[in-house]
Structure formats: structure tokens, C-alpha cells
């Protein structure tokens, strides 16, 4: 039974361009959604987290949209950069523990 | 900054062997986790400690084990490695924070193959 769902396994966007991560999850009773990126051969890192009582957290080129009705969750990066390609977690904490998502490998072309 | 480390990046072992990852941070985090991760599963929880001697199974225990003698060390074994064990296992650490969201950081990992 997933609790979150990370519906698409890769995204290729180009230089400069947006991207958005999508990421939907099952239980409304979530504190925290995050958001994590893993390059090959290391451990993932946190880049950005929301409070489920916003719907909006920005962090530079990073923003995150929390859309409690409808239980999703989205990143979006602007303007994307090659650097930027890597694998993007999203997660929700869960009592003292992280749900995470499948994962979405991203691209971006130059 | 954090710093959390995993005794080996990669690690071939034979089916039945008794296998041990070690997992070392240096920030006086109270909470640490092992986590494997597989293509198209994302990272599943296996065990988690609170505290040292404290352990509390997570989504996937079975054929895990864990020991924290020191709150620094977290260790994983595999009583006996089977072929499904196969995979990147992951190690995190976080400080307990009340009413605060808990990041987690995260070791580099081990490839583990088990033959």
C-alpha cells in the first residue's frame, strides 16, 4: 500500500527551461513533505520541505506547491541547469519517519 | 555540516554468509536509520533507533537485524544474505526535533551483491 506516489519514472526538460516533479500521497494526516535528490553512488540530500499548513514554500530556484485537497504535491524547478539531473524523492514525514516515493529521474538537456 | 559514513561502498558476499554495514555519524544525532533502495521502490525503511540500545523495525524487517551500542554507531546485518538482499543500502541520521520537520541526512551508501 503506497503511501506516496511518484507517478512518472523520468522527466527530460531543457536548459532553462521549468521542470515540475509531481508527487501524490494517500493520507491528509501528514505533518511535512520533502523533497530529496540522489546523484549516482551518494546518498540522497534534502533540498526543500513544506509544512502541510502552507501551501507554498520557495527556496531560490526551488519551490514546492502543496495542494492539500487534492493530496499532491510538485516541485518546480526555474530555470532548470544541467546540474540539475539527478533523481528527485519526495517524502512525508510520518511520525518520526520518512514515506518516500519511488523516485523521478530528471534530465535536463543543454 | 553532517557528515555520515558508511564502512564500505561496495561489498560482494556469498548466499548464507553473516553480513555486517556499519554506519558512523558525527553530529550527536539522536535518531538513525537503514534504508535499501531498489529501481522503481524508492528507499523503504528497514530499521530505526531512537536511541542507543533502542531499535524499532520499519516497513521491512525481515531478514535484518540491528544493533547501537554508541549513538554514533548504527550497524545492519544480515543474518544470512540472500540473493534478494541485493541491493544499495542506505544509512541516515537526524536530530529529534519537536514540532519541527525532521531532516534526515544520509550516508553515501553500499552496493551490496550477494552471489
Known amino acids: 500500500d503506497q503511501q506516496v506516489k511518484q507517478n512518472s519514472p523520468s522527466l527530460s526538460v531543457q536548459e532553462g527551461r521549468i521542470s515540475i516533479l509531481n508527487c501524490d500521497y494517500t493520507n491528509s494526516m501528514f505533518d511535512y513533505f520533502l523533497w530529496y535528490k540522489k546523484y549516482p553512488a551518494e546518498g540522497p540530500t534534502f533540498l526543500i520541505s513544506?509544512?502541510?499548513?502552507?501551501d507554498k514554500n520557495e527556496d531560490g530556484r526551488f519551490t514546492v506547491f502543496l495542494n492539500k485537497s487534492a493530496k499532491h504535491l510538485s516541485l518546480h524547478i526555474v530555470p532548470s541547469q544541467p546540474g540539475d539531473s539527478a533523481v528527485y524523492f519526495c517524502a512525508v514525514e510520518y511520525g518520526n519517519k520518512l514515506v518516500f516515493g519511488a523516485g523521478t529521474i530528471l534530465r535536463v538537456k543543454s | 555540516d553532517v557528515k555520515v559514513t558508511q564502512s564500505s561502498r561496495y561489498l560482494v558476499k556469498r548466499t548464507g554468509e553473516k553480513v555486517f554495514l556499519e554506519c558512523v555519524q558525527d553530529m550527536d544525532h539522536e535518531n538513525m536509520f537503514w534504508y535499501r533502495q531498489d529501481p522503481g521502490l524508492g528507499l523503504r525503511l528497514i530499521y530505526f533507533?531512537?536511541?542507543?540500545?533502542?531499535?524499532e523495525k520499519g516497513d521491512i524487517p525481515e531478514g535484518y537485524s540491528v544493533s547501537r551500542e554508541k549513538k554514533e554507531r548504527f550497524s545492519l546485518i544480515l543474518e544470512s544474505a540472500s540473493t534478494n538482499q541485493t541491493s544499495m543500502y542506505l544509512c541516515?541520521?537526524?536530530?529529534?526535533?519537536?514540532?519541527?520537520?525532521?531532516?534526515?541526512?544520509f550516508g553515501p551508501g553500499t552496493r551490496l551483491t550477494v552471489l
Open positions: 541516515a541520521s537526524s536530530l529529534y526535533t519537536s514540532g519541527g520537520v525532521d531532516t534526515q541526512y
Open positions: 513544506i509544512s502541510s499548513i502552507k
Open positions: 533507533s531512537y536511541d542507543v540500545k533502542m531499535k
